[in-house]
């Protein structure tokens, strides 16, 4: 049987703003950005430990952004040898020992980070979606809710959408819904608010809404496939059998070897 899950967000938002291994942020979204002023470049005997540390974490994430641990741990290690209280670096590290189900080393790296900066609110949502994924829900939502009263907070879209997604793991479904809603109002058509919304929508029986709202997933190039396959159940449950025809050949298209392609034959829906 085919269950929808709500789709996962991790916040990595670095020095740079390092993007989810999960979801790559659409450019039509993206802030105007200012011609960055020439300057001369930093000799090495004038670049301080600090600022080494800050090099090193963001190429560190940017190899876990590509899967590359190994790597990402080496360059965590020179961070850590030039400045061992630079915050972001733990977070970092406590985001690749996830990833290697080392879930001792990554809590221990999440809780240094917020020792050292616990009004980060980047640190704060990666430890809360820690928390979310590993079967304390509830406890994630405080950690979203530090993070989100930040007002130098950058990315409050992504506490705010995942902080939907663990209301809804916990069955609070109108805190989930307020959560997915107030990301879309900061980022108006953000796919991946508007497919968790869509899917809340979908199993609350609000078909017209979640049609409604599949039209922003759709505009995520390439849609996933779990979004095709509820764009073909919500037209499936609205009768419109041109439509959802659509989402079919879609989904087979793009996806022939997909579970959720694997799933079309038996009309499963929930």
Same mark, same amino acid.
């Given at each position: 049987m085919r269950t929808f899950t709500f789709a996962a967000v991790v916040s990595v938002a670095l020095l740079a703003g390092c993007e989810s /291994?999960?979801? /790559?942020?659409?450019?039509?979204?993206?802030?105007? *950005?200012?011609? +960055?002023?020439?300057?001369?470049?930093? =000799?090495?005997?004038?670049?301080?430990?600090?600022?080494? +540390?800050?090099?090193?974490?963001?190429? +560190?994430?940017?190899?876990?952004? =590509?899967?590359?641990?190994?790597?990402?741990?080496?360059?965590?290690?020179?961070?850590? =040898?030039?400045?061992?209280?630079?915050?972001?670096?733990? !977070?970092?590290?406590?985001?690749?020992?996830? #990833?290697? $189900?080392?879930?001792?080393?990554?809590? #221990?790296?999440? =809780?240094?980070?917020? #020792?050292?900066?616990?009004?980060? !609110?980047?640190?704060?949502?990666?430890? $809360?979606?820690?928390?979310?994924?590993?079967?304390?829900?509830?406890? !994630?939502?405080? *950690?979203?809710?530090?993070a989100l009263r930040n007002p130098l907070y950058r990315t409050p879209e992504s506490a705010l959408i995942n902080a939907g997604k663990c209301s809804a793991q916990i069955g609070n479904a109108a805190a989930a819904d307020q959560y997915l809603r107030r990301a879309l109002a900061l980022k108006p058509g953000h796919p991946v608010a508007a497919y968790n919304l869509a899917l809340l929508s979908y199993k609350g029986g609000r078909l017209e809404d979640a049609r409604a709202l599949m039209r922003f997933v759709m505009a995520q190039n390439p849609p996933s496939a779990e979004a095709l396959y509820l764009g073909m159940c919500i037209e499936r449950k609205l009768e419109d059998r041109q439509s959802e025809q659509s989402y079919v050949m879609q989904l087979r298209n793009r996806y022939p070897n997909s579970a959720e392609a694997r799933a079309i034959p038996t009309g499963v829906c929930e």
């Open positions: /291994k999960l979801f /790559k942020s659409d450019p039509a979204q993206q802030q105007p *950005q200012q011609q +960055a002023q020439q300057l001369p470049p930093i =000799r090495q005997e004038e670049a301080t430990p600090r600022y080494k +540390a800050e090099l090193r974490t963001e190429l +560190a994430a940017g190899y876990f952004e =590509r899967g590359q641990y190994d790597v990402a741990l080496e360059e965590l290690g020179e961070a850590i =040898r030039f400045d061992p209280t630079y915050p972001k670096l733990y !977070s970092i590290y406590g985001l690749v020992y996830t #990833e290697l $189900g080392d879930d001792a080393k990554a809590e #221990e790296n999440f =809780r240094r980070g917020l #020792e050292l900066a616990p009004t980060d !609110s980047e640190i704060r949502h990666n430890w $809360g979606w820690y928390l979310c994924t590993h079967g304390r829900p509830r406890e !994630s939502i405080d *950690q979203f809710e530090t």
